[in-house]
């Protein structure tokens, strides 16, 4: 039973480490993004933490797991707010690229496997997904988006998102712990 | 002033973010059958502590405050923030939205969360 347990954890962790392969061959710069290229790699992966999010509000019963999804729907959407807001005064149109195709596959892949679980199973694969998802995330816009957006409100934009990433992170890894009763949150 | 200066001084140890509100008040003090009447200038000094909520942290993160003054919460950050006593969870700003403030009158000392991101944590400190 553990070792099924292990597998599910062990597929999300290996779908983010995808994400961190995409994102380190873009970091050491044999790829470029552009600007609409970023804007559209920011885009889609806060639509796709919303998708999660959606699941879990449908099966989870955990208020601490349910009130986390709240706060990352809520949160990602004033994110994506706030870049369209950007990208329309700017007039840029963002553009699709090898990296948000590699979020949106690898997003098919986790939202299957979250599908495919329920009660304690789900609540631990989803909170796993959001700790292994927020680091590849976090990882992506201090290596990659950020050093290459060009435009300075652009860069602007994703130098206040990371705080809120690196939070969203803290907090999933406090409700991870809380849930394989390895204590409250710190502080 | 010199003692207005002083108390200034101690509250900008206290918090980096402390703004003085200075207003000064005509107030006529004679009669109005006076065809001349008399005025006086008196200062009144109120002082307003600042808490900024930007970075998904609160800064300061502890601040310290006379009893019954001021404390003003300003939310820069994107997304909505709460300041919610970790003691009596009843005892909250409720949902501070974007380029909001809230304001309370520190009447009590309690260490504080932001319900929506438990990670963010204050201390408000009332002597």
């Known amino acids: 039973m553990n070792t099924i347990k292990n597998l599910a954890t062990a597929c999300g962790f290996a779908l983010s480490a995808t994400l961190f392969s995409v994102s380190n061959l873009y970091a050491k710069g044999t790829t470029k993004l552009t600007d609409p290229e970023i804007a559209n790699v920011a885009v889609t992966a806060n639509k796709i ?14 208020a601490d797991v349910l009130e986390f999804a709240k706060t990352m729907a809520n949160d990602h959407k004033s994110v994506i707010d706030q870049a369209v807001a950007l990208v329309t005064k700017l ?7 090898s990296f948000s195709a590699k979020l949106l596959s690898d997003a098919a892949k986790t939202k299957k496997m979250l599908h495919s679980k329920s009660g304690a199973a789900f609540d631990k694969a989803y909170i796993d997904n959001e700790v292994a998802y927020h680091k590849a995330v976090v990882s992506a816009v201090e290596t990659v988006l950020i050093p290459q957006a060009q435009n300075a409100e652009l860069k602007g934009l994703l130098e206040k998102v990371l705080p809120i990433l690196k939070t969203h992170l803290e907090h999933a890894e406090m409700v991870q712990a809380k849930s394989s009763g390895h204590g409250a949150h710190k502080g | ?52 909520i930007q970075n998904m942290v609160f800064t300061p993160d502890s601040i310290s405050v006379s009893s019954g003054s001021t404390v003003v919460f300003i939310n820069k950050d994107m997304v909505d923030h709460t300041v919610t006593d970790q003691a009596d969870t009843s005892h909250s700003s409720g949902m501070i939205h974007s380029d909001s403030a809230y304001t309370l009158k520190a009447d009590k000392s309690f260490n504080y969360y932001c319900m929506i991101h438990p990670v963010m944590k204050g201390k408000l400190v009332v002597h």
């Open chain 2, 1 to 52: 002033m010199q003692k207005w200066f002083k108390q200034n001084h101690q509250d900008m140890a206290h918090t980096k973010a402390n703004v003085i509100i200075v207003s000064l008040e005509l107030l006529l003090i004679s009669a109005c059958t006076s065809p001349q009447p008399n005025t006086e200038i008196t200062n009144k000094t109120k002082t307003i502590d600042t808490v900024l």
């Open chain 1, 91 to 97: 007039h840029v149109t963002p553009k699709d690229n």
């Open chain 1, 49 to 62: 933490d919303i998708e999660y999010a959606a699941i879990a509000e449908k099966k989870s019963k955990s």
